[in-house]
Every structure is written in C-alpha cells, then in structure tokens.
C-alpha cells in the first residue's frame, strides 16, 4: 500500500529541502521558485522507505499569501512532516498550520527541527520546547521531535526510520462509498491528452470506469491511471492518482473541481456543519460574517449562519453552524475544511461538515438542531429517524439515504438495525427507509381521505391509488405510497378490491331508491342491447349508480357517458372472434353491419378493445389480439 505524506511550517525552514533529501527529486518547478527560492506552488514527490514503503510527498508552500496553495496540498494526507527551522523556531505560519492541520483533522505528525547545523548547542532542546508548548492538549501531544541537518544529512537517515515505524502501523479507511479525488494539478501529456492529479479521498476507480467533473455535468472516460509514477489498473481511498481522461481538453479543469463517480454528482450550496475557531485565530467569528472556505482543493466565498442563540464564536469555541455558498461544491458528510476571512489573510477555524444538503431553516429550529447533534456525536439510528421524522416526502431510498450521510453499507445497516423506529419497504434495488411515526401519519391521512370519500359517496367502493395518493400524500413518492399502502394492508388496516382502495370497516351499498333507479338504469341497458342509451353526467346520483354497477361487474365502461351490460359486451367479443378467426381481420363497418348498431358505438366497442389489446389496429383494420380476461 502506498502513503501520501505532506510537509506544513513557516517559510524558508526548509520543507523543500527537507523533500529534496529524502527524495533527491526538486518540488520547485516553476520559474518564480527558482529565482524567489520560496515555494509558491503545490510540489510533488516520490520515494521509497526502509522496508519498501511507497510513499508521495505533497510539499507546500510556506509563505502568508500562498496558504489557499498550502491547505488545497494538505487534506487526504496520511501523516505531516512538520517543519521548524532551530535558529527561527516558533513563527505565525507555525501557527496557522498547525491550526490548518487541526481542523482538517490529520492523525499523524512528525515534528521536524531543521537548521540544526546552524545553532549552538542547545538550541534544538529550546525549540522542542517550544512545540511541546504548541502542540499540549491537542491530538498531536507526544509527538516525535527529530533533528535534522539539510545541508549535511545528518539526522535524514533517523527521519526515514521514524516515517517507515509510523507508516507500518498507520491503517487507511476501506475503499468505500463512492470514488472522490479532489483536483489539484491539471496538464496534457503529449500523445495522450488532459490528465488530472489528485488525493483520492474514498471510495475506487478504474480503467475504463466513467466519471463526473464538479461543477459540471460532462462525463469522462478513464483512459489510463498512474499511482507515484507507475501504471495501475485501479485506484483506491488514499492513493495519489494521475488520471488521463478521454474526450477531454485542458481548459475542461480546475484546481478545485473534484472528480467523481456519477452518483455523488452533486454541487452543494448549503453545507450544515460543526465548526471550531482555531485558538490562534486572530478573531472570533461572528453570525452572518462572510468567509472563504476551503474544502479539498476548492475554495469558495460564503457566509456563516450560526446555529442555536449565540451570535459569536470566540477564539478556541466550538458551535454548529449553516455555510451557505456563493457557487456549489462537491461535498459530503464528515469532510473536513477550513475557513479563513473574507480577505484570505488569516485562518480562522475550520471544521467537518454534517449534512451536505441542509435546508434554509430558522437558527433555532430544535428539530434540525438536534439533527445536526446526533450527527456530531455519530449517533447514526437516531439521526436516521431525526432526518426522517416528519420530512413530507415521508422516506428516502436507502441508497440515497446512505450516500447523503455518507456511511458503509455495513454501517448503515448496523444504523437500521440498531432502531426499531425505523421501517423498510420495498426490495432491492428499489428498498425505501422512513420512520414508524412517518408511516403512522401517512396512515391517518389516508384513512382521513377515505373517510371522507366514504361518507360523500356512500355507495362507492372507494378510491383508486392515483386519486387516493393525491387527496392524502400528493409530495410523497408513488412509489414509496404504493409500499405504504401494501404495508397497512398487511397490517389489516385497509382493504382492496379490484385496484380500488377502502376502510376495513366501509360496506358500499345502495338506499332503497337507488336501488329501484339501478334496476331501471341496468333494464335500459340491457334491453337495448349494442346501442346503450347515454346517461346525464350532470346527474351526480346517476353517475354515482353507474360507477356501483361497473365496480360489481354488472355494466362495462367503454367511453365517458356510455357502458354496456356485461352480457352485451361478452356478446360483441364472442362475435368478433368469430369473425376474426374465418376472416383474419375486421373493419368499423363490417363490425358495425355485425353488430346492427351505429357507427358510433362500433367504434366505441373497438376503441375498448384496442385498449385492451383484444385487437390491434392496423389502418382501418383490427386484428386478433389477446383474449379478454375474465375479470374485463
């Protein structure tokens, strides 16, 4: 397994030459480095350690106006050389990277004195104590503090040991989730075309795999993948990736887009987050203030709205907070980013986000608060309910669910487990999540709609799922409805006849008036056999009779305003087979002339037909088709 390793401290401590020590390879490439002899730019490197450990360097720049160039190098690392050169120890950039690192959470760290060479004895002991100082109470407490000389070597040999000691032990996340690589260099390679470097923070990617560009909605084609100068056929979470794209051109990319897997093509606008301000910060941040946050290698304008009563952060607080964006950005929950002020001259804290996909909302909206306060303490059943409960669209599909919080398929599931509040519908792939108290209130809205239906229409045996869906949940998905509504009838909560939607309790049935009016509408049909006299649609009573009858069999629908009795439409049908079968085909006319009736109800009869697909038209003939079913 391969290992990125990035370097972080004051300019001109020595990071580059640190670099070119351990890897004999030069990080400054551009023409300004050169003659300036500061870092301005992002470097790269490779080398291998003691054991054969393949690692990459990401060496960054030192100076004030480039830390956008430092923090775009410094996420996805695996372990941060750290560097404080003897004779100027402790500086501002010091700080503000040790402060950087803190918020984009890096685990491993190996402080690294430089210039050791240059000092009297003691000095080294001096500035060990200085880091000690900087880095009491923080993850970094204990930290290995090496001498190191660049210009004779001494001490580079220990260094490589101590990596090699460090990175044996160190454990990477699994490839889960879908493959992410934020972009942080973008060339052509002659022959070959536009490639794109990068961190890959998550999930896998191949030869020959499709991916996304964000912001953007083109797709690419991965022509090939390099790893520390190497080929590969694949990538995994932590590799420094080369990727050359198919059908691509230069001016497509940015430092700053972020490739990814199709499914997690997203831009975000509203980030919901936990947020810190760095205890070196040269102010607090206040609600509504505008800031620059940078998150993989983007950086983006926004403006913070605190969460909950406080209007200000103070140096060192901690708090929750929405970052609402100016352009969208590639996000997921549990990245980690920074924030510096609106100017770009100071860090100011940073943080991890929680919810990619907040909603505007009130500051103090408890619902979401506590939301956010499971998700910050990693509760995951209970922010899966949180997230669920009372939301119009009811549930989610749980794929969507999963990727939205960003969790392994093995953690989500333990999630689901972990919470008997938490209901599946459906089967793969299409399986939907919500929440007993979801199901509940869908429930009740539509026994509410039934409710009401039955007792305006009596008669009716009740309500198809389109007409039902949109009197008592019309936000929510027709999908996850229909599973709701198979659910409540597992649970013998409702009933259903012949697609038609009603209360356990509702027996449709007719007055004694309305039984003579069925009886003298059935006899009209009946009698007059292939020609059915048409019944007043304004008459609500007579429409409402007409919908009983066809609801128990006794009369077919075939047009608006006109049925037929079952007897006569079985009749037409034995007819037309009759026909069909000795003559192959039929027209209007000729099933008109068999019939003895009009035109209009020969047509009406085949149009029916047609529809369901007891015969097929072809021009002006009809054809055989399929049988009726029993149930027509």
């Not at 410094?74 to 050169?85: K, M, R, T």
């Not at 210039?115 to 923080?138: Q, T």
Request: one cysteine or more; charged letters at 25%; glycine letters at 10%.
């Amino acid at each position: 397994m391969a290992f990125v390793i990035g370097t972080a401290g004051h300019i001109d401590h020595g990071k580059t030459s640190l670099v070119r020590r351990l890897t004999g390879q030069d990080t400054d490439g551009l023409k300004a480095e050169k003659e300036r002899g500061i870092s301005i730019d992002l470097g790269f490197a490779h080398f291998t350690l003691p054991g054969g450990i393949s690692v990459g360097v990401v060496d960054v720049p030192g100076h004030e106006r480039f830390i956008r160039n430092m923090v775009a190098g410094a996420h996805g690392l695996d372990l941060v050389l750290f560097v404080i050169a003897a004779d100027d120890g402790i500086m501002p950039q010091t700080e503000e990277h040790f402060d950087i690192l803190g918020s984009l959470g890096i685990k491993r760290a190996i402080f690294v004195i430089t210039k050791v060479d240059m000092v009297p004895d003691g000095r080294f002991d001096e500035v060990a104590e200085e880091v000690a100082i900087l880095v009491d109470g923080s993850r970094f407490e204990g930290v290995k503090i090496l001498p190191v000389s660049n210009t004779t070597g001494d001490g580079v040999d220990a260094l490589c040991q101590e990596l090699a000691e460090a990175l044996k032990g160190a454990t990477r996340a699994a490839s889960s989730g879908a493959f992410r690589m934020p972009i942080d260099r973008v060339f052509n390679v002659h022959g070959r075309g536009v490639v794109i470097t990068g961190t890959q923070i998550s999930g896998s990617v191949g030869v020959g795999d499709e991916v996304a560009i964000i912001p953007g909605t083109t797709r690419y084609r991965v022509r090939g993948l390099q790893s520390h100068g190497v080929d590969v056929e694949s990538g995994q979470a932590g590799d420094r990736l080369a990727i050359n794209l198919t059908g691509a051109e230069r001016s497509d990319f940015h430092r700053g887009d972020v490739a990814c897997d199709p499914v997690v093509a997203t831009g975000a606008m509203r980030l919901d987050a936990a947020i810190s301000v760095a205890a070196h910060a040269a102010r607090g941040l206040k609600h509504g203030q505008r800031l620059r946050l940078h998150l993989g290698t983007a950086e983006r304008a926004v403006t913070v709205f605190l969460l909950g009563k406080d209007s200000i952060l103070e140096r060192d607080g901690n708090g929750l907070a929405q970052l609402r964006l100016r352009d969208p950005v590639q996000a997921m929950a549990g990245d980690r980013f920074v924030l510096r002020d609106e100017q770009g001259e100071h860090t100011l804290g940073g943080g991890v986000v929680l919810d990619p996909d907040g909603p505007k909302l009130r500051r103090d909206d408890p619902h979401r608060l506590a939301f956010l306060m499971t998700l910050q303490v990693k509760d995951m059943p209970r922010a899966l309910e949180r997230l669920l409960d009372g939301a119009a669209e009811v549930g989610m599909l749980a794929d969507r669910l999963r990727l939205r919080l960003n969790l392994t398929l093995q953690d989500f599931q333990a999630a689901i487990k972990a919470n008997p509040s938490l209901v599946l519908l459906g089967n793969d792939p299409d399986i939907w999540v919500t929440c007993s108290a979801n199901l509940e209130r869908l429930r009740q809205s539509i026994n509410t709609a039934l409710a009401t239906h039955h007792a305006s229409n009596p008669i009716s045996d009740g309500l198809g799922v389109e007409v039902l869906q949109h009197r008592a949940a019309p936000k929510v998905d027709p999908r996850l409805f229909r599973l709701a509504l198979d659910r409540t009838i597992a649970d013998q909560k409702l009933t259903r006849l012949e697609g038609v939607f009603a209360l356990p309790s509702h027996r449709a049935g007719l007055t004694e008036a309305q039984q003579k009016k069925a009886a003298a509408l059935l006899a009209a049909i009946e009698s007059a056999q292939f020609s059915p006299p048409k019944w007043d649609e304004k008459d609500t009573d007579e429409m409402a009779i007409i919908a009983y009858l066809v609801q128990r069999g006794k009369l077919v629908r075939v047009a608006p305003g006109l049925a037929y009795s079952r007897t006569a439409y079985v009749s037409a049908d034995q007819m037309l087979e009759t026909h069909l079968l000795a003559n192959g085909d039929i027209t209007a006319a000729q099933f008109r002339d068999l019939l003895g009736t009009s035109r209009k109800y020969a047509l009406a009869l085949l149009d029916s037909f047609d529809r369901k697909g007891r015969t097929i038209r072809v021009g002006d003939l009809r054809k055989r088709g399929k049988p009726l079913s029993d149930s027509t």
